[in-house]
């Protein structure tokens, strides 16, 4: 538009007359008719959806398959030999082959050991590399709570957060994962066997009454084995349960580096840092009220994300997981869906090889939710529990939600802008004599609210943030209809307004929800912040810190 208006100008200043100034004026309109905002987003955004989607198709792209260094090899070979036809359908079928799917492009371990907490080293493409460390969390919430424990729970949350937001933190985002699952009802099928009685067996040489009294007595044993038997089916049809997660990121800039030679040299004292640095938040979790905390290994954190690719895959299955190739499942996709082709391994007894195992298949859809996508309305800290255990959602889903954490400098300045810019507008609607809306002053007092959190001596700081959810079905059809409960409950019981859908690249998707710490581009600094960290400079070598 500025091109447009600006371009108008000129040619109307240097004699273009009436047709410059058509020109800009539909230039001016159509700019605005592409990118008006509907319940669909904009025209422009479906364009670029469709156009990405064709250059994936195209490309082979829409297909993962993953690494197997045979049939890479032969693959190069066949292209050495093939004609140019055939060549080019073998470079499609080499770029589906790769070491992980989109959702964890660039991907790797610092630490992978057993028994030790999972380092994963992450490289995407066009981002700033950094580590991240999935943790284990009960939760705050269980079972019957008061406002106050609600209240202080939050608080805990805030200072938790607030504490690795300062210049001197090295963690820069935090993503709060939320896995909704059917319940493994194992556990309790094992205590039934375990406290059970054996089943009754008829001695040698029977009368009539020892044969009538083990009819009895074996009638009986059914009776329990089918009353303990709906009792957990009961128990436990429709009913979900939650896994909850808090993943944790540090980028590799100069001052982690600065901060790791402290503890030596090499990747060695990457790790050393690391671990001290896992220890803390380990600490600050527990303080912020998330009840019992562990640090995932790598297995536990590849076992997460395949069981999110394949519910049928128990989500503590670790042992048999190589975290340095397991982490994709083979999958395709198509324009609203994420499709992944696997197997069922809860149906193998010990022993039994995996070709034995029935195939599955399951659709993933993975949506967006913007800040300026949310209805304005104050929100308690529960406004997303509808989302989390409503009885009107019975699919599978992951609720992921990324902060990327600013310093209070820098908030501060931000809700400055914001206070500035909501009282300018409901002063104008003021001075022309209209009524002003609901929602500019809501706007407005939301806006002071955060100025005031973050005025000084509060030790507050601000974030930014956006969320995810993946939702999962069996079938094309259950997907369609996941869709739409979806869409109903974040409408009318959450207040978001609208769902980004993330169609035409939903494998990378995907992993905005997995437990690496995907999904969120951070804020570029201010000028002012950019020249605050230039004189800072770098820490000397001599310094104990």
């Known amino acids: 538009m500025a091109i447009f208006i600006g371009g108008g100008m000129i040619g109307v200043a240097f004699g273009g007359g009436l047709p410059v100034l058509f020109i800009a004026a539909a230039g001016v309109g159509v700019t605005m008719l592409v990118t008006a905002t509907t319940h669909r987003g904009t025209i422009l955004q479906r364009r670029t959806k469709r156009a990405r989607w064709k250059s994936r198709q195209r490309l082979g792209t829409d297909t993962f398959i993953p690494f197997d260094d045979a049939e890479w090899d032969r693959l190069q ?8 036809k055939e060549q080019a359908e073998t470079a499609k079928l080499l ?9 964890s492009d660039g991907m790797g371990w610092l630490q992978y050991s057993s028994k030790t907490p999972g380092i994963a080293w992450h490289a995407p493409v066009g ?30 949350w805030g200072r938790f957060l607030a504490r690795r937001a300062s210049p001197a933190s090295l963690i820069s985002d935090v993503q709060t994962l939320t896995r909704v699952l059917p319940p493994d009802t194992a556990m309790q099928d094992r205590w039934v066997l375990e ?38 089916q009961l128990t436990s049809q429709d009913a979900m349960v939650q896994r909850h997660y808090v993943v944790v990121s540090w980028p590799l800039t100069q001052k982690f580096t600065d901060a790791a030679a402290k503890f030596g040299s090499g990747r060695d004292a990457w790790r ?17 009220r998330m009840g019992t905390v562990r640090p995932l290994t790598a297995k536990q954190t590849v076992a997460v994300i395949r069981h999110q690719q394949n519910p049928n895959m128990p989500i503590d299955l670790a042992g048999p997981v190589n975290p340095l190739r397991d982490v994709g499942l083979a999958s395709h996709d198509e324009f609203s869906a994420h499709v992944v082709e696997s197997y069922d391994p809860t149906i193998l007894r010990r022993g039994d090889p995996i070709e034995d195992a029935p195939g599955v298949t399951w659709w993933h859809r993975t949506a967006a939710i913007h800040g300026e996508n949310l209805a304005v309305a104050g929100r308690s800290p529960l406004w997303c529990l509808d989302l989390l255990v409503g009885r009107e959602l019975t699919f599978v889903r992951s609720v992921s939600f990324h902060m990327h954490l600013i310093p209070a400098g820098q908030a501060k300045a931000a809700a400055r802008a914001d206070v500035v810019r909501d009282m300018a507008g409901v002063v104008a609607e003021q001075q022309k004599g209209r009524l002003v809306s609901d929602d500019s002053t809501t706007r407005m007092s939301a806006a002071q609210r955060r ?18 959810i993946t939702i999962s079905a069996p079938t094309r059809e259950d997907l369609a209809q996941a869709s739409r409960q979806l869409e109903e409950a974040c409408a009318t019981g959450l207040g978001i307004d609208f769902l980004d859908w993330q169609d035409s690249f939903q494998a990378a998707a995907s992993g905005t929800t997995w437990p690496i710490g995907r999904g969120l581009r951070p804020d570029s ?21």
């Open 77 to 84: 070979k066949q292209a050495a030999k093939a004609t140019k």
């Open 95 to 103: 770029r589906q082959m790769r070491a992980n799917p989109d959702g």
């Open 127 to 156: 981002q700033q590399p950094y580590l991240s460390v999935a943790f284990a969390v009960s939760g705050q919430i269980r079972g019957m709570e008061s406002a106050g424990a609600l209240t202080r729970a939050a608080a805990g």
């Open 195 to 232: 406290r059970m009685e054996s089943a009754p067996v008829l001695g040698d040489m029977p009368t009539d009454e020892d044969r009538a009294l083990h009819a009895i007595r074996l009638a009986s044993y059914e009776a329990q084995k089918r009353s303990y038997s709906e009792v957990i």
């Open 272 to 288: 050393a840092l690391m671990a001290d640095q896992i220890v803390a938040t380990v600490r600050g979790l527990v303080d912020a």
């Open 451 to 468: 100025a005031k959190d973050l005025e000084a001596g509060s030790h507050h700081h601000g974030a930014s943030w956006v969320g995810y």
């Open 525 to 545: 600094p201010s000028l002012a912040t950019r020249a605050i960290g230039r004189l800072a400079g770098r820490s000397e070598k001599e310094a104990l810190s």
